[in-house]
C-alpha cells in the first residue's frame, strides 16, 4: 500500500471555525489531490500540487486554500468553516504522468460542521 | 470541462457477469481509468485504458472505445466481496500529472 497517511481522520466543529487536515506520504511522489466526496456526486478536486510551493485550484475550489512547503506534505485549510464543507475528504498522491502511475488515495478524513 | 456517466445502481448475483458502463464528454482526453470502493474505504485503482480495446486483469476487464466516448467495467465469477461502488475516472493531460475526472460512481450489489 502506498504510504499516505491523512490526519485527523475524524473531526467535528462548529460553522465559523478554522479547519485544516493534512496529507502526509512518504513516497516522495510529486503530485498531491485534494478531493471531497459527496453522496451522488463521486470524487471533486478541490486543489492539487504539482510539486514544493506549487499549487492550483481544481473544481471545487471556493473556500478552501492549500499549501505544500515540503515534500511530504500537502495542507488543506477552510478558513472559515460551513455547513456545505461538511464531507469526506480524500488525499491522494500520483508518481508522474505515466498512465501507469494511478493515483492513490489515502484513508479519507470524514469532517462535520455543525 | 469534462463530464461522466454512468448507472447509479447495479445488482447482479455471485458467481454472474456483470457490466458497468460510463460515457464521458470531453475537451481532451488521454484515458479511462477504473477505481473501487468498498464502503469506509479509500477508492483504489484497478484498471487503466488508453487505446481502444480491452484490458484483462484477472476477473476484471475493461474496455474503450475512444470514437464512441464510452467504456466499460467487466467483472466476471462475480463474489460477495466485490460489492463496492465503482468509479470511472477520465484521464486529462496538466501540470498536475494524472489529473483524474471522476464520475459518480455505480454501487453494485452482489447477492447470494
Known amino acids: 500500500d502506498a504510504g499516505i497517511t491523512q490526519s485527523p481522520r475524524h473531526k467535528v466543529t462548529e460553522t465559523g471555525t478554522p479547519v485544516t487536515l493534512r496529507c502526509h506520504q512518504t513516497?516522495?511522489?510529486?503530485?498531491m489531490y485534494w478531493y471531497r466526496q459527496d453522496p451522488g456526486h463521486g470524487l471533486r478536486l478541490i486543489h492539487y500540487?504539482?510539486?514544493?510551493?506549487?499549487?492550483d485550484k481544481g473544481e471545487v475550489s471556493d473556500g478552501y486554500s492549500v499549501s505544500r512547503s515540503k515534500t511530504e506534505d500537502f495542507l488543506l485549510t477552510l478558513e472559515s468553516a460551513t455547513s456545505s464543507q461538511t464531507s469526506v475528504y480524500f488525499c491522494?498522491?500520483?508518481?508522474?504522468?505515466?498512465?501507469?502511475?494511478?493515483?492513490?488515495f489515502g484513508d479519507g478524513t470524514r469532517l462535520s460542521i455543525l | 470541462g469534462q463530464s461522466l456517466e454512468q448507472p447509479s445502481e447495479v445488482t447482479a448475483v455471485e458467481g454472474a457477469i456483470v457490466q458497468i458502463n460510463c460515457t464521458y464528454q470531453?475537451?481532451?482526453?488521454?484515458?479511462l481509468s477504473w477505481y473501487q470502493q468498498h464502503d469506509g474505504g479509500a477508492p483504489t485503482f484497478l484498471s487503466y485504458?488508453?487505446?481502444?480495446g480491452l484490458e484483462e486483469t484477472g476477473r476484471f476487464s475493461s474496455f474503450l472505445s475512444r470514437s464512441d466516448s464510452y467504456g466499460y467495467l467487466l467483472l466476471q465469477e462475480l463474489q460477495m466481496k466485490d460489492s463496492a461502488s465503482y468509479f470511472c475516472?477520465?484521464?486529462?493531460?496538466?501540470?498536475?500529472?494524472?489529473?483524474?475526472?471522476f464520475g459518480g460512481g455505480t454501487r453494485l450489489m452482489v447477492k447470494p
Open positions: 491522494a498522491i500520483s508518481g508522474g504522468t505515466d498512465a501507469n502511475q494511478p493515483q492513490h
Open positions: 513516497e516522495n511522489h510529486r503530485y
Open positions: 500540487s504539482y510539486g514544493v510551493k506549487d499549487t
Open positions: 470531453t475537451s481532451g482526453f488521454y484515458g
Open positions: 485504458n488508453a487505446l481502444d
Open positions: 475516472a477520465v484521464r486529462e493531460e496538466s501540470n498536475a500529472g494524472n489529473m483524474l475526472t
